[in-house]
């Protein structure tokens, strides 16, 4: 299985709701992904510009089919926009 961790900063705070929005649609359609087991968005208890999703999957395959979905090419580069730099992300085998 695979644990993917991806951080990042919004440039304002008063985009955090638009975030949101746009990640509901990610979450509910990434949740029906094969191979899917989680995927939520966690924001900064310390920082509200601070956000991550984090995300387990079955397999690499399932990860590659996710990164290849409609909603996946399409909400990512819109939540993108209001982030201040690129997203990090940390991916972790179990």
Same mark, same amino acid.
């Given at each position: ?6 951080? #990042?900063?919004?440039?304002? =705070? @008063? ?7 746009? *990640?509901? &649609? ?26 991550? #999703?984090?995300?387990?999957? =079955? @397999? ?7 990164? *290849?979905? &409609? ?24």
């Amino acid at each position: 299985m695979l644990r993917i961790n991806c951080f #990042f900063r919004l440039k304002y =705070e @008063s985009d955090v709701d638009q975030v949101k929005f746009l *990640a509901r &649609e990610l979450i509910e359609k990434s949740r029906k992904d094969a191979g899917n087991i989680a995927y939520d968005l966690f924001q900064s208890a310390t920082d509200p510009k601070v956000m991550m #999703f984090c995300e387990t999957w =079955e @397999s690499g395959e399932a990860l590659k089919v996710h990164a *290849a979905s &409609e909603h996946f090419t399409r909400l990512v580069p819109k939540i993108e926009h209001y982030s201040d730099g690129p997203m990090k992300l940390e991916q972790f085998e179990f």
